[in-house]
């Protein structure tokens, strides 16, 4: 049996103007995701998720998904199942194996679609632990490429390659179009994420900004400020100038409102971390709901978030140098 894990990520800078070829800085952080694989004598996969949500579940399928043999019904195992296939299949192909079964065990630190990259942590441990139990060792680039594909895949072409790159590789990376790499000597980034224990609709999200864009000329130019914006954020960070990284992730947060990816209670913690004197704070991945994230390296800002109503669980997350390593 083989066991990797893998870090989550929130967004310092561009979600939704990476869909457009914008820059975004997403950046690995301390809550990982653990899969460990072990090969079967058949062809069937099962799965065990511990506490990938509030009930854990177990399903076994072989071809046919309707002899699924499942323990709890729902869109969460089909969502679940559809990244551990892609995972599996993808690991089969690196390995030569193509009908290899697996005994697949989920376990994660990381609040399922919220915007803090659940599935693209769970589909690099996997291909990683997967392919190990094959006898192939890829590199955190190749893994990456794989888990993308997977992505884009079951999220039907909406995955951008941020998640996935920053899973596999760690700490911060810069994301334009295809070119992803890894930035440099970063100061430490003192997260605090609050959670609202919801989740947006990823594509209805991205669809809704795309609408706008396309619909108002100052709605695509708010896209590209978000581009501006994460330069000069790039900048500060490689300064390490803190202070201004904040101010730049509540400008960010702003531009992300103005387009209609906010929610009230996205708005409340953001305003309950900036009360307690967080430096920056915004919501990070699709929105409309799930979590936001705030630098401070005191503990006030998790303190006043978990007293925000509407805020279900608030935690330090710092940023985490290592991407995806065996356990
Ligand atoms: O909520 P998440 O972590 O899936 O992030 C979505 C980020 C978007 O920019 C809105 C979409 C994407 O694939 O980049």
Redesign the pocket.
Known sequence: METSSAPG?V?LFG??A??YGEP?VPCAIQRRATVSVEERADERIRVEADDLSLDGFTVTYGEDPDEADVDVPGALVEAATGYVDGAVEQAREAGGAPDAGFNVEISSEIPL?????SSAAVVVAGIDAATRELGVELSAEELAERAYRVEHDV?EG???R??TFCSAVGGAVRVEGDDCRRVRDVPELPFVVGYDGGA?D?GE??AGVRARRDRYGFAADTVSAIGDLVRQGTRALRDEDIAQVGELMDFNHGLLSALGVSSRSLEAMVWAARDAGATGAKL????GG?CIVALDETTSTRHALEYTPGCEAAFRAELDPEGVRRV
Do not use: I, M
Request: charged share 10%; glycine share 26%.
């Open positions: 990520k967004y979600e939704h990476v869909v975004a679609g919220a915007g803090l990259g999220q909406q995955a951008s941020a998640d947006g990823t999200l991205v990070t991945g699709a929105g799930g």
